[in-house]
Structures are given as C-alpha cells and as structure tokens.
C-alpha cells in the first residue's frame, strides 16, 4: 500500500503562488526519487518534476520549468512543490509518486488556478 498524503492545494489566482508537500513512509522516501505529476480535469496524467534522494538530480517538464521548485527535507520524509507565476493551464489534481508515471502516487491535492 503507498503511504503518500498531499497538502497544500486550493484556489489562487494566475500569477499567485502555492507551495505543495507531501509526507511519505520513509520506505518510499529513502527508496525512489521522488516525483510530482498532475492531472487536468478531462486530461491523462503528465509528468512535472522528480528529484533524487540527495537533490543531485533535478528534472522539470518545460511547462513548469522556471516557475516550479522542487525540494525534499529528507529528515521529516517531506517532498514539496513551490509554485509560482501560476497559470490557469496549471490547474490540476496534483500527486506525488515514486514513479513518473504516477502509478504509485497518494490521493492528490487540488489546485486551481483561476480569477
């Protein structure tokens, strides 16, 4: 069973910031490099970022690069996603997953980007 719970998600503007986090088992944290994907509503999953145990690997998907940070505090087994210039395409469930595919990932938190 994955033990990945997601927080943070709500309502905000386009141009407003939100940040992401995600509490996993330390299983899974100390395991896989973890990762975000979404999902549009009406659309499949896509990538957004992964990030390795020690933050030597960092991938964005072009979409989010430059607006989206990922980072991990790999003490308290949290991975996060601060997001910033926020468009209304960003609108989307937003799940962490040890797997870019996002087969593995918790039950997500909504964000939607609107005015």
């Known amino acids: 069973q994955v033990q990945l719970v997601e927080s943070g998600g709500g309502l905000v503007e386009p141009g407003g910031s939100l940040r992401l986090s995600c509490t996993a088992s330390k299983y899974l944290f100390t395991s896989f490099p973890m990762t975000w994907v979404r999902q549009a509503p009406g659309k499949g999953l896509e990538w957004v970022s992964s990030?390795?145990?020690?933050?030597?690997?960092?991938d964005y998907a072009d979409f989010v690069r430059g607006r989206f940070t990922i980072s991990r505090d790999n003490v308290n087994n949290t991975l996060f996603l601060q997001m910033s210039a926020l468009k209304p395409e960003d609108t989307a469930m937003y799940y962490c997953?040890?797997?870019?595919?996002?087969?593995?990932r918790g039950k997500g938190t909504l964000v939607t980007v609107s005015s």
């Open positions: 990030m390795n145990f020690n933050g030597a690997t960092i």
């Open positions: 997953s040890t797997d870019r595919a996002g087969r593995n």
